[in-house]
């Protein structure tokens, strides 16, 4: 199968990684050559979330990059839509999962605003979202 997009980023917090985050990033690395997954700072975690996350920074890097799905991982900004990272890897392309709406908008409003620049964007559907959602997790343990 021919990927769709040359180059292309996905954002995460991937905090407590589990079966959606892999279905996730295998969905986007089914439709980008070259994935860059671009894992959340803890301090951007918690000022989206208002909760530190589970694991750290570094913990959330790893277990993307161990995942075998995507090309690349990062950490992200250091402050919110600062969008550094997509003006320096200057993607083709940028994926989103189901129930990142707030982070989608955000980046079509910069697209709009010209502070980014315009860029494709397509979303993941959900992989059992009922079972397999970070918040769910936490509240009822890690699951398998």
């Known amino acids: ?57 570094q913990v959330r890097l790893a277990n993307v990059l161990a995942s075998g799905h995507i090309t690349n991982a990062e950490l992200g900004d250091e402050k919110t839509s600062a969008y550094d990272v997509i003006k320096r890897l200057q993607p083709n392309v940028i994926c989103l999962g189901y129930d990142q709406k707030a982070l989608e908008q955000d980046l079509r409003d910069k697209m709009n605003k010209g502070i980014i620049h315009i860029i494709p964007i397509f979303v993941i559907e959900a992989h059992q979202p009922e079972r397999y959602h970070t918040s769910l997790l936490n509240d009822v343990g890690q699951e398998t």
């Open 1 to 57: 199968m021919r990927s769709k997009f040359k180059h292309g980023v996905v954002f995460g917090v991937f905090d407590k990684f589990h079966q959606g985050h892999q279905f996730f990033l295998k969905k986007a690395s089914e439709q980008i050559e070259k994935c860059t997954a671009i894992v959340a700072r803890d301090a951007v975690v918690g000022i989206l979330k208002n909760k530190k996350p589970g694991d750290s920074e």
